[in-house]
């Protein structure tokens, strides 16, 4: 009996799974007139190579081994398996290309071989695999294109591409997986337009496309009724931050900083009263702050320095009580500050400098326990405990 295996002994078995004469050796694992369903090796020290022989368990189903410190290539006979569902081989050292035969393992759903050193291109025999739910590839040294061919994964759920060197732009075929639930695609080389059919997948809850060169704006019409993440930053993204991004009924993190994107905040934003981040950082945005924002009193991080705003900040401020992060600087904003801002005992950070705001800080500021960072413009500001003092 071995932990990790599963097998169903074969009383009279018609056709041996491996050739008479031949005693198949995995490790310590002989397999002989027996049907493996399943091997679960997971976190046992395994190392070593994959043999080419594990081809010859074309029942089993379940192929666990990661974990270990195995290395070297995926053989290619691992297509041969094909009643497996899932490959679990992350957390290894293996290396080299994907081999194209695993466009033959028809019955998987789950592919995971994150935490390795795999290289290359992604193989366009992917789109074969029309039972796939889950491709799980982040972190190594994937290159090359996404092939179009990924728009016949109808079953798709999540696609984890990110930490990779993809190249190219997104194909607009990605638009067609209507299953899908969670893309990220972040920290590629992908550039080009964002597919307008990926912001109306109906199933479609996180998006993670930032730190890529994209371009052009983000599409108008953004109908994704069960988006709740959506983080672009750090992109070429131009042109106004669209109306419709604020009607996302479900939306809890927005994340635009580092783009080019210019006009006014939606007025919008407040539409969902789920909101817990809003980072428009470092674009060139103008205006004041939209009042509808006030509804979203979950809101713990409001982000928008390094822009043109003006305006006051609001005194509709103190219904944030959970608010952890403000960061207002570099901007336009005038005024005096609000008393209610010293009454959000939940503050870490407050960054204030480089604006036009006069008067003090609310002295209860000096009394939030959690306050670590607290900088304003003293010359114009009073403030008796700000950690920094800009001279203008």
Known sequence: TWFGL???QLSVPVTP???????????????????VVQIQLHGNNLNGRLSREIGFLRDTTVLALYGNTLIGTIPTTLGNMISLSKLWLDENEFSGQLPTQLGALRNVD???????????????EIGQLDRLKRIWADGMLITGTIPTEIGHLQS????????????????????????????????NRLVGTLPS????????????????????????????PSLHDLQLFSNRLTGEIPVS?????????????????????????GSSQKLLRLTVSSNRLYGTLPTSL?????????????????????????????????????????????????????????TLENNNFTGSLPSSLCDVESLVVLTA?????????????EQK
């Open 377 to 389: 413009d003293c010359v114009d500001v009073g403030c008796v405990c700000c950690t920094s003092c």
């Open 245 to 269: 991004i604020g009607q996302l009924p479900d939306l809890t993190v927005l994340r635009l900083e580092g783009n080019d994107h210019t006009g006014t905040l939606p007025a919008t934003l």
């Open 110 to 124: 789950d592919i995971t071989i994150t935490g390795n050193q795999f290289s290359g291109t992604l193989f366009t």
């Open 6 to 8: 599963s097998c169903v």
């Open 197 to 224: 059919h990926l912001f109306t997948l109906p199933n479609l809850r996180i998006m993670y496309l930032d730190s890529n060169s994209f371009s052009g704006t983000i599409p108008k019409q953004l109908n994704a």
């Open 156 to 187: 798709l759920s999540n696609l984890y591409l990110d930490v990779n060197e993809l190249s190219g732009t997104l194909p607009t075929e990605i638009g067609r997986l209507t299953s899908l639930q969670d893309i990220r695609l972040f920290r």
């Open 17 to 35: 799974v491996i050739p008479e004469d031949t005693a198949t050796t995995f490790d310590d694992l002989f397999v002989d007139e027996t049907l």
């Open 294 to 350: 006030r509804r979203s009193s979950m809101l713990r991080r409001l982000q928008v320095d390094r822009n043109r705003l003006v305006g006051p900040l609001p005194s509709w401020i103190e219904v944030f009580d959970n608010l952890l992060s403000l960061n207002m600087a570099d901007n336009r904003f005038g005024g005096s500050i609000p008393a209610g801002l010293g009454t959000l005992s939940t503050l870490e950070d407050v």
